[in-house]
C-alpha cells in the first residue's frame, strides 16, 4: 500500500532548503552594523595629559558617536620615525588627523602615496592656497588666533587694577608673537593705551618649573592678570597662588578654577572635524574639499572662542566682550598682525 503525503526520501532534502531559504532571507533582511570610520589621531603628547593634545583629542571624542568612529591615540611621537607610523597608520585607518603643523613635512612624504586615505592637518601659520597641501589633504588652519588673543587683551583690561598685564608665551619667533602675545597686547592698548605689558618666554611648550617662575616675576612685577600660552596649566595654578587672574590659551578649564581664571582663549576644533567627517560619510571629499581645502578657525563660528567666563567677569564685561567680538568679525576692529615684541 501506497503511503499518503511526501515521499520520505524527499522530507529531508525539502526541509534543508526550507532552513537555507530563511537563513539567506534573514542576512538579507537583518540590520546592518554601521560601518566605522576609523581614525588615527597623531599627537606630540598624549591625548590626556596637557592642553594642546587633549583639545585636539576631546574634539574627536565629541563626534565619535555622532560619526560611530573608531580612533586610534598615536602618542609622544618620535619624530625620527614619523614617516614610517603614517605608512603603518594608513594600512589601517580611513583618515589620518595630525595636530601640529609640526607633522607638515612627512604628512607631504606620505600623503601622495595614499590617495584613498583622508588627511587632515592642522595649521597655524599662515593662509595657503588649493595646492599647497596634496589633494587628499584639508588644513584646518589657526592663523587667526591673533583675534582671539586680542579679545582676551581687551577683557583683561576691563579687568586688571593695576594696569599691569602679563603674557606668558612658548616659544620665541614671530609667528607665537603674532598670534599671542603681541595681539594681547594690542588688545590690552584698544581699551587703555597706558596698561603695561610684560612678557615672559619660556622656550619650550611645556616647562613646569620655568612657567612657575615666571609667573611668580610678572606677579611681582605688579601684574594682576597673566596670559598663559603653554601647552599645561602649571602656570594658571601658579597664578593662582599669587592670588592673581589668569587667561589659560588652547582648551576650556575655567569650571576647575572658576575664581581666578577670567576665561580660555580656545581652540575649538570639532566645529571644522565636524564638516569633514561629513563630507567623508557622505562620499562627497573631494567637491568638499575643492570649497574647504583650508578651513580657518575664527571668532565667526566659535571655532576660537572664550566660551566660559570666571566668576570675577562682571556682566558689563560679558557685554563689552561680545560686542568688541562682532566688531572684529564684521571688520569695524582691525587686529593689527604684529610680529615683534
Known amino acids: 500500500m501506497r503511503s499518503s ?30 560601518e566605522k570610520l576609523r581614525v588615527a589621531v597623531v599627537m606630540w603628547g598624549f591625548h590626556d595629559e596637557g592642553l594642546w593634545d587633549p583639545a585636539a ?28 607610523l603614517l605608512r603603518t597608520l594608513v594600512e589601517k585607518n580611513d583618515v589620518i588627523y595630525l595636530t601640529t603643523d609640526e607633522f607638515e613635512e612627512a604628512m607631504r612624504a606620505v600623503a601622495p602615496s595614499y590617495p584613498d586615505v583622508y588627511w587632515i592637518q592642522q595649521y ?63 588688545g590690552a592698548h584698544y581699551v587703555n593705551e597706558e596698561i603695561e605689558v610684560f612678557r615672559v618666554v619660556i622656550g619650550a611648550y611645556v616647562d613646569p618649573i620655568k612657567t612657575r617662575d615666571g609667573v611668580a ?13 603653554m601647552d599645561d596649566e602649571s602656570g594658571t595654578l601658579e597664578a593662582k597662588e599669587n592670588g592673581i587672574y589668569s587667561i589659560q590659551e ?23 572635524l565636524d564638516k569633514v567627517f561629513d563630507a567623508i560619510t557622505e562620499d562627497r571629499f573631494d567637491e568638499f574639499r575643492a570649497e574647504n581645502y583650508e578651513m580657518p578657525l575664527s571668532l565667526e563660528d566659535r571655532s576660537l572662542d572664550i566660551p566660559i567666563f570666571g566668576n570675577m567677569v562682571s556682566e558689563d564685561v560679558k557685554e563689552f566682550a561680545e560686542e568688541l567680538r562682532g566688531k572684529i568679525i564684521d571688520g569695524t576692529v582691525e587686529v593689527p598682525l604684529i610680529d615683534e615684541w
Open 217 to 229: 616675576s610678572l606677579a611681582e612685577a605688579g601684574c594682576d592678570v597673566v596670559f598663559v600660552g
Open 124 to 186: 597655524e601659520s599662515t593662509s595657503i592656497s588649493i595646492d599647497s597641501f596634496p589633494e587628499n589633504v584639508v588644513a584646518l588652519n589657526a592663523y587667526q588666533a591673533s583675534d582671539l588673543s586680542f579679545l582676551a587683551g581687551a577683557i583683561a583690561a576691563k579687568i586688571t587694577e593695576t594696569n599691569k598685564l602679563g603674557v606668558v608665551q612658548a616659544i620665541a619667533g614671530p609667528r607665537d608673537t603674532m598670534l599671542m602675545s603681541a595681539a594681547f597686547r594690542s
Open 5 to 34: 503525503g511526501i515521499s520520505q526520501k524527499w522530507l529531508v532534502p525539502a526541509i534543508i532548503v526550507l532552513l537555507v531559504a530563511s537563513a539567506t532571507a534573514y542576512w538579507m533582511t537583518r540590520p546592518k552594523e554601521e
Open 57 to 84: 583629542a576631546n574634539a574627536v571624542l565629541n563626534l565619535e558617536e555622532k560619526y560611530n568612529l573608531e580612533i586610534t591615540w598615536a602618542e609622544e611621537i618620535d619624530f625620527t620615525q614619523l614617516e614610517s
Open 250 to 272: 588652547y582648551q576650556d578649564i575655567v569650571s576647575e578654577h572658576p575664581d581666578t581664571m577670567i576665561g580660555c582663549t580656545s581652540w575649538v576644533w570639532d566645529v571644522l
